[in-house]
């Protein structure tokens, strides 16, 4: 009896969690919010693409704005625009979360920034929220 028990306890353990994402519209950016701290974000070193530009490599930024584009033969670098400039930025296909983004929907990415030498400066973005 306790080694047919501990299967179904383990598998229910795995998606009962599973089953209240999807309930609260999981990743998707549902209507309800999935909790955790809503709040200002500290320890970034820039929040303009101005600013972003002026960093060193490697500094955390919180950017604000609109993704603009896609970059011809690349399936993951982008043109992200605020009010002070553009900037090229690189999103993994699992950073949008399964989310449609157009350049009318306003975001905040979450990431560092990558300067290699000889190439113009670019993020590397870690996170992507819609901005409502």
């Known amino acids: 009896m306790k080694k047919t028990l501990l299967p179904l306890v383990a598998a229910a353990a795995l998606i009962l969690p599973s089953a209240a994402l999807a309930a609260n519209g999981g990743f998707q950016g549902g209507s309800q919010p999935m909790g955790g701290f809503q709040g200002p974000v500290g320890g970034s070193q820039a929040e303009t693409v101005a600013a972003a530009k002026k960093c060193w490599d490697d500094a955390p930024v919180v950017l604000t704005g609109t993704i603009v584009e896609r970059l011809a033969g690349s ?50 973005v870690k996170y992507l929220e819609i901005v409502k």
């Not at 999103?91 to 030498?117: C, H």
């Open 75 to 124: 399936d993951d670098k982008y043109t992200f625009a605020d009010s002070t400039g553009r900037i090229v930025v690189e999103i993994d296909y699992e950073v949008f979360a399964g989310r449609t983004v157009t350049p009318q929907t306003k975001v905040r990415l979450f990431g560092k920034v990558d300067k290699e030498m000889m190439e113009p400066t670019k993020v590397d």
